[in-house]
């Protein structure tokens, strides 16, 4: 018998979810993917890249000319001027870029502290290199960083943090005076960061995004991650980057050459013409997404669920207390599928121990407004 190495993993709720919606017929608002597709230029370049020869390996870190674009668009979001080549890797997703960090520096009897709730992939990078996560609740109701707990949490052990900010699932945001407050939390400790800013261009309300990348201190000491998945409406392609100062990207880079060598060609071909002609698809997407946030909070202003609109990402939380306070989140999402038509992810599985009645589900509204009207017709009716 095989002794897992991981024995607490099964199936994801974001499988398991997307399996229900599609045996029930539900409208799935679980998983976070669009339902529409990305620009149509972008998915024609790829065809072309194809047609031209363009499928055999890339370099290891990635095609200089993606890779240029990436630092590109950093230096006009940011003010960060990042090396292309020596700051800049290319990965088969963020997911992986994540695992190749986290093997890169943790050694077992490391501990790794993230917050809850987090992305589900974190943990068990962790636990593969042998560290353990310290999970320290953020606080409720606005899923803010709880210094107190974060102080307390922090031992001669901790050799890493997993930030996430736009924050999946609540769509919180950290600010500049918090990152400024990390810095100084982990001045002088042999501590690193991982910042996981996947939905870095899917802020609302006018706010800006507050990039680690952005600020000097935090920066030498980080790995920030992104997706092409979410810019670029494209999650299927499983296409990201991370941006490191030298000496840690080169580290990230003996793991990453080992565990895919490289991303996929003619992806990084496409996304490198797009992001040159379209420079303005980015600073276009904090409209874009907030129109969907809008249209279907507004439609659900007419139903029993409670909520404050997500301040970033494409999810929003909703509060069920009103309508089935004896269901916890998991059976309130499977009914929500089955008898309603519309497949949520429950919150609690993205904790290590849920906060007690917790009573809160996650809709992903990176859907078509036809989709987001009759999901929010079903929720109005229970
Ligand atoms: N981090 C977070 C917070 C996410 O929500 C996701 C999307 N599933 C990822 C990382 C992974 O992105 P990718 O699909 O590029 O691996
Ligand atoms: N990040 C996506 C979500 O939160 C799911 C990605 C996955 O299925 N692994 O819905």
Same mark, same amino acid.
């Given at each position: 018998?095989?002794?897992?190495?991981?024995?607490?993993?099964?199936?994801?709720?974001?499988?398991?979810?997307?399996?229900?919606?599609?045996?029930?017929?539900?409208?799935?608002?679980?998983?976070?993917?669009?339902?529409?597709?990305?620009?149509?230029?972008?998915?024609?370049?790829?065809?072309?890249?194809?047609?031209?020869?363009?499928?055999?390996?890339?370099?290891?870190?990635?095609?200089?000319?993606?890779?240029?674009?990436?630092?590109?668009?950093?230096?006009?979001?940011?003010?960060?001027?990042?090396?292309?080549?020596?700051?800049?890797?290319?990965?088969?997703?963020?997911?992986?870029?994540?695992?190749?960090?986290?093997?890169?520096?943790?050694?077992?009897?490391?501990?790794?502290?993230?917050?809850?709730?987090?992305?589900?992939?974190?943990?068990?990078?962790?636990?593969?290199?042998?560290?353990?996560?310290?999970?320290?609740?953020?606080?409720?109701?606005?899923?803010?960083?709880?210094?107190?707990?974060?102080?307390?949490?922090?031992?001669?052990?901790?050799?890493?943090?997993?930030?996430?900010?736009?924050?999946?699932?609540?769509?919180?945001?950290?600010?500049?005076?918090?990152?400024?407050?990390?810095?100084?939390?982990?001045?002088?400790?042999?501590?690193?960061?991982?910042?996981?800013?996947?939905?870095?261009?899917?802020?609302?309300?006018?706010?800006?995004?507050?990039?680690?990348?952005?600020?000097?201190?935090?920066?030498?000491?980080?790995?920030?991650?992104?997706?092409?998945?979410?810019?670029?409406?494209?999650?299927?392609?499983?296409?990201?980057?991370?941006?490191?100062?030298?000496?840690?990207?080169? !580290? =990230? &880079?003996? @793991?990453?050459?080992?565990?895919?060598?490289?991303?996929? /060609?003619?992806? #990084?071909? *496409?996304?490198?013409?797009?992001?040159?002609?379209?420079?303005?698809?980015?600073?276009?997407?904090?409209?874009?997404?907030?129109?969907?946030?809008?249209?279907?909070?507004?439609?659900?202003?007419?139903?029993?669920?409670?909520?404050?609109?997500?301040?970033?990402?494409?999810?929003?939380?909703?509060?069920?207390?009103?309508?089935?306070?004896?269901?916890?989140?998991?059976?309130?999402?499977?009914?929500?599928?089955?008898?309603?038509?519309?497949?949520?992810?429950?919150?609690?599985?993205?904790?290590?121990?849920?906060?007690? !009645? =917790? &009573?809160? @589900?996650?809709?992903?509204?990176?859907?078509?407004?036809? /989709?987001?009207? #009759?999901? *929010?017709?079903?929720?109005?009716?229970?």
């Amino acid at each position: 018998m095989i002794i897992s190495k991981l024995p607490n993993v099964g199936t994801t709720i974001f499988t398991r979810m997307s399996q229900l919606a599609v045996e029930t017929g539900a409208l799935n608002l679980s998983q976070g993917f669009p339902d529409f597709d990305g620009p149509l230029a972008l998915r024609e370049a790829v065809g072309r890249h194809i047609a031209a020869g363009h499928n055999q390996y890339a370099p290891m870190t990635g095609l200089p000319a993606l890779r240029e674009q990436v630092a590109a668009k950093i230096a006009r979001s940011y003010g960060r001027t990042v090396s292309a080549d020596n700051e800049i890797t290319i990965t088969p997703g963020a997911t992986q870029a994540i695992f190749c960090a986290v093997q890169a520096l943790i050694r077992a009897g490391d501990e790794v502290i993230v917050f809850g709730p987090c992305y589900d992939s974190y943990e068990p990078s962790v636990e593969l290199a042998g560290g353990r996560c310290v999970h320290v609740p953020l606080a409720l109701p606005d899923f803010a960083i709880d210094w107190q707990r974060l102080n307390d949490a922090l031992s001669v052990n901790t050799r890493l943090i997993i930030l996430n900010s736009p924050h999946n699932p609540s769509g919180a945001l950290i600010s500049k005076a918090e990152l400024d407050q990390l810095a100084e939390l982990i001045r002088g400790r042999d501590i690193y960061l991982i910042s996981d800013e996947v939905y870095e261009h899917l802020v609302f309300d006018g706010t800006k995004h507050v990039s680690v990348l952005a600020h000097e201190e935090l920066y030498q000491r980080a790995f920030v991650v992104s997706s092409f998945g979410k810019s670029y409406h494209v999650t299927g392609w499983k296409t990201g980057y991370v941006v490191a100062p030298p000496a840690l990207s080169a !580290e =990230l &880079r003996k @793991v990453h050459q080992y565990v895919s060598f490289c991303a996929v /060609t003619p992806l #990084q071909c *496409a996304l490198a013409d797009y992001m040159a002609e379209h420079p303005e698809h980015v600073e276009n997407l904090p409209g874009f997404y907030q129109a969907k946030r809008d249209l279907f909070c507004d439609l659900l202003a007419g139903s029993r669920f409670s909520f404050t609109r997500a301040a970033g990402t494409f999810f929003q939380l909703v509060d069920y207390s009103a309508i089935r306070p004896d269901l916890d989140d998991l059976a309130m999402a499977e009914w929500l599928t089955r008898a309603h038509g519309v497949a949520a992810i429950p919150v609690s599985v993205f904790y290590q121990q849920p906060p007690k !009645e =917790l &009573r809160l @589900v996650r809709f992903c509204f990176a859907k078509r407004e036809e /989709t987001l009207r #009759q999901a *929010a017709e079903k929720l109005c009716a229970i």
